[in-house]
């Protein structure tokens, strides 16, 4: 018998009366959390009364933890080896199970019957079925198609494509492989994808006729022909039809067609690869200059993801899962990996307003979804459009909603219990690009209550720091971490002794993850996000999240949308307030005069903007992120760096030479 393992309890009580959400009891005791309860309960002497405990033990004994998780979900390697963690005191050091051996695409193939895989659907009106057996041929036929051309580990291959069955092959096939896959989506504009693949250097790009959006078709071949000519390195172009049939014409062009004829389609050509190997290299959002290349390893990635889908989430073999993403969003990498769970994932490309407002509930009605997932700005929108997916469509099966992107503001909570289900967890999960994986998350074991994110990610040593890198709780910092986790990058592309990286993340704390969010801890042990560090208002010297006035803002029926910045003024700093009003109307002085009562009455008076414009659009990036320090930097007269990160960039003239700033 092993002996039991000191599990420290939590000290934080409730507060509140009644969360929004609580599970069954039924619930809980077939969720997979409590099935992991059970497992290291007999497999490591751990006995963890509660989410906290549990939290506790896999933060102060990371090494027990991850092995766990490995254990639990099944994680398939050629050889595993006895250390987990080295250099578990050096966080930007740390190396995680050094003599594993692993491929990441044979753990997401799991399954190899006739059970669906992967739906895809999108504005071309076209429905897609693929079972795990054809899957699994497909790759298998894409991967010799790669090792045929000379590609293997240390190449990259770049795909500029929509969010199709097409993209998921080809990056299982590059995976299995062992060369390293990076994607963005194809509405980029030249620069946007030469500032990104053009670091890289790859040396297959593959990419698409065309794509759809918002009931248009939009052809790709002279954006093509001019990514060609930028980046040299590619040897040859794949190109696969989707808004039409007919091959480019371009220079290197090869057909998907002709790229995978005579290669055998019945076991794909795994490599057997190190933990650490690089799966994928993502970007920044590169608002603020250049995007940095992020290199992220197979291990770590396969890891965390396993842990949050199947941990936080509780996706379960034969679930549906969907994420309402694009390609060059993390939240598409995120999606793929619940195939690992084996669960069919959901794709859909195109609009989520087309052809109208509620498409994407069609979607979840007609294929059974069992976790519907998307950005807050989507929610919001849903909500301002006054749709009721409870009341016009059958979600029997729905089991969790999940939110990011942006903090999801308490009465976007309420909405989604009032107008989609009452009896659904809603996960309000945030961590990003950077970690390709959460640092808060879902507890299909706890309550939810409004504008919280539920937990800290089990594994992940989240903490808030004050300035001075004191821990705080019940009040505003920095979220930080100070363990290391498994997803860490692997570092940035072309860093030589990882000195951007470095500077990135550990420069504000010594050898503590700074991730760059303003949060703030509650009294259940959740997360309130109110936005980005480098966002945050600072007037009188006091530090206001951007989150704390949207939330105010945006309940107002006039308006559809609003961004906040702060501008340098008489030395000190006023808020200004932009509104983007539903048509037709205008920004008059009674309507001023009720978002600043609207603020006041619910924050403090030091949320009042001193200004408050209506502008016609907001910026935003390719993920839907709207873009604050690209307007501060506008209305300040400085350049915006990087305008082709954005997917509207012709919003920021809007904020230029405003006379209403200038006095």
């Not at 039991?4 to 939590?10: D, F, G, L, R």
């Not at 190449?155 to 080809?170: H, M, Q, S």
């Not at 770590?300 to 199947?310: A, D």
Request: net charge negative.
């Amino acid at each position: 018998m092993k002996k039991a393992a000191a599990v420290e309890s939590s000290t934080i009580f409730c507060l509140m009366s009644e969360p929004l959400w609580k599970p069954t009891e039924d619930a809980i005791a077939s969720s997979q959390l409590s099935q992991f309860v059970h497992h290291v309960a007999e497999e490591h002497a751990v006995h963890a009364g509660s989410m906290a405990d549990l939290w506790r033990w896999s933060v102060d004994h990371p090494e027990s933890f991850w092995k766990a998780v490995w254990e639990f979900c099944g994680v398939r390697s050629e050889k595993l080896g006895e250390t987990v963690l080295t250099r578990a005191d050096h966080m930007s050091g740390a190396r995680w199970f050094p003599g594993a051996r692993l491929n990441f695409a044979k753990n997401l193939l799991r399954r190899h019957d006739e059970k669906t895989a992967i739906l895809a659907f999108g504005e071309n009106n076209v429905r897609r079925e693929i079972t795990w057996a054809e899957l699994l041929s497909q790759v298998a036929q894409f991967a010799h198609a790669l090792v045929a051309r000379g590609v293997g580990p240390g190449d990259r291959v770049a795909g500029l494509l929509p969010n199709i069955p097409e993209t998921v092959v080809a990056m299982l096939a590059t995976a299995t492989v062992g060369a390293t896959w990076s994607s963005c989506s194809p509405d980029f504009g030249v620069t946007g994808v030469l500032d990104r693949f053009g670091q890289i250097r790859p040396k297959v790009l593959i990419a698409c006729d065309g794509y759809y959006y918002n009931g248009k078709a939009h052809m790709s071949s002279e954006r093509l022909a001019a990514i060609l000519g930028g980046l040299p390195s590619v040897e040859f172009l794949v190109t696969v039809p989707y808004v039409g049939d007919r091959e480019l014409g371009l220079e290197r062009e090869v057909s998907l067609q002709d790229f995978l004829a005579g290669q055998p389609s019945d076991e794909p050509p795994y490599a057997s690869l190190p933990f650490d190997h690089p799966l994928y290299i993502m970007y920044s959002s590169g608002t603020t200059g250049a995007p940095k290349c992020i290199v992220h390893g197979a291990g770590g990635t396969l890891l965390q993801h396993l842990k949050e889908h199947r941990l936080h989430c509780d996706i379960r073999a034969d679930d549906r899962v969907f994420y309402f993403t694009t390609c060059g969003w993390m939240m598409w990498n995120w999606l793929v990996s619940a195939l690992a769970t084996e669960a069919a994932i959901l794709l859909y490309d195109g609009s989520p307003f087309w052809p109208h407002p509620a498409v994407l509930w069609d979607l979840a009605q007609e294929e059974s979804m069992t976790f519907f997932g998307t950005g807050a700005k989507y929610i919001d929108a849903m909500k301002k459009a006054g749709l009721r997916p409870k009341d016009t469509h059958r979600l029997e099966q729905l089991r969790t909603v999940a939110s990011t992107g942006s903090p999801l503001a308490p009465e976007s909570f309420e909405y989604v219990y009032d107008a989609i289900r009452e009896d659904v967890q809603l996960a309000s999960i945030s961590g990003g690009t950077d970690i390709l994986s959460c640092f808060v998350l879902g507890d299909p074991t706890g309550p939810v209550w409004p504008g919280e994110s539920q937990c800290r990610g089990l594994g992940m040593a989240v903490d808030v720091y004050s300035e001075d890198g004191r821990p705080l709780v019940g009040e505003p910092g920095e979220l930080v971490c100070t363990k290391p986790f498994p997803s860490m990058p692997i570092g940035f592309w072309d860093d030589a002794g990882d000195v951007r990286y470095r500077a990135a993340y550990f420069d504000r704390f010594d050898d503590t993850w700074c991730h760059g969010d303003w949060v703030e801890l509650t009294e259940h042990l959740g997360m309130v996000i109110h936005g980005r560090s480098d966002a945050v208002l600072n007037p009188g010297g006091v530090r206001i999240g951007t989150a704390e006035i949207y939330r105010q803002v945006e309940q107002l029926d006039e308006v559809l949308e609003s961004i906040v910045v702060g501008q340098p003024w008489d030395n000190d700093v006023r808020i200004v307030l932009f509104v983007k009003l539903r048509e037709g109307l205008t920004l008059n002085d009674e309507l001023a005069d009720r978002i600043h009562v609207q603020i006041r009455s619910n924050t403090t008076p030091r949320h009042v903007p001193e200004k408050i414009i209506a502008v016609a659009d907001i910026p935003r990036t390719k993920s839907g992120k709207i873009t604050e320090l690209a307007v501060r930097d506008v209305i300040c007269g400085r350049p915006v760096k990087n305008r082709e990160a954005l997917a509207n960039p012709e919003a920021l003239d809007l904020y230029r030479n405003l006379p209403q700033l200038a006095d």
